[in-house]
């Protein structure tokens, strides 16, 4: 069992790396033919929303600013659980902007 999962973590991590979303099709058969559960229905997952994970794969765009700003966001809201009421925190988040 090692070695197959050996074998498919390789050739993810060529693919991810390399940025190369056309293998993916190749990988998701490979991945379920194989007899070990949880890649098959890691692969289930994947072939859910397919387009998106071949998008990721391939195109250089991604979210990482968008999801820095929700992250600082949720950070200061954190900072303010049982401490402040809804005026500090609206100050606190604009100023963080």
Known sequence: MIPALSLFDQSTMAS?????GEQLDIWLAKAEES????LRSFVAGIKRDKAAVKAGLTLPQ???IVEGKVHE????KRMEYGRAAFPLL???VLHAL
């Open 16 to 20: 991810i790396l390399c940025r190369v």
């Open 73 to 76: 966001l949720k950070l200061i």
């Open 62 to 64: 991604n979210n990482g």
């Open 35 to 38: 007899q070990i559960p949880e």
């Open 90 to 92: 609206r100050q606190r």
